[in-house]
């Protein structure tokens, strides 16, 4: 067989055996179940911890189906309830909790409830002192982005938090199906 090569093919004979030896290795590593491609979804799979699949003006959806109303800190392996009314009402007293923690984590993730924020608004520029005073990374967004940033955080096996407030604006509410207006079934008799 290699005799053939170099009559037919010249001086490419060489490369040629080269190429081919290659790509038999490459497809052997890339295809290791039966040339079959695997896909896994990081929310199914990781059903050990946290993440959030969605958020809207109530709350948040969690990877377990559950529903969580209002704002929460979420942890890897816990959720607990936030009791703060806006982003506007966001200080010292409000973030304590990050202070008690132990081992201490890596970064928090702020979600703010309204993207429309001023990146140096008051609360803001507290709550990032603060933060960095206890020695912990911090990032401030608005919630959709928050809920990304920290579900990829998880993945990543960073020891990180997210405080999350819902949003405020009326678009996220009815981009979830479940939370529709609700018209009663006798209002839609009176409108035919």
Not at 123 to 147: D, G, H, M
Not at 169 to 174: A, L
Request: aromatic residues 10%.
């Amino acid at each position: 067989m290699n005799n053939l090569f170099p009559k037919r093919f010249g001086f490419f004979a060489k490369s040629i055996i080269r190429y081919i030896h290659r790509s038999a290795i490459i497809k052997e590593a890339h295809y290791e179940d039966g040339g079959r491609t695997i896909l896994n979804v990081l929310n199914k799979k990781s059903a050990d911890g946290l993440l959030i699949d969605s958020c809207n003006r109530m709350g948040f959806t969690l990877n377990s189906g559950a529903f969580i109303i209002g704002p929460i800190v979420i942890f890897p392996k816990a959720i607990l309830s936030w009791d703060i009314e806006s982003s506007k009402h966001m200080n010292r007293d409000s973030l304590c909790l990050f202070s008690l923690l132990e081992p201490k984590l890596d970064i928090v993730v702020i979600g703010l409830d309204n993207d429309k924020y001023i990146p140096n608004a008051p609360f803001i520029t507290e709550a990032r002192e603060y933060l960095n005073e206890l020695q912990i990374a911090v990032e401030i967004l608005p919630v959709k982005k928050a809920c990304t940033v920290y579900n990829f955080l998880y993945t990543d096996n960073v020891n990180a938090a997210a405080a999350l407030i819902p949003p405020v604006n009326m678009e996220t509410v009815m981009q979830d199906p479940k939370l529709q207006p609700f018209t009663p079934p006798a209002l839609l008799n009176r409108e035919k």
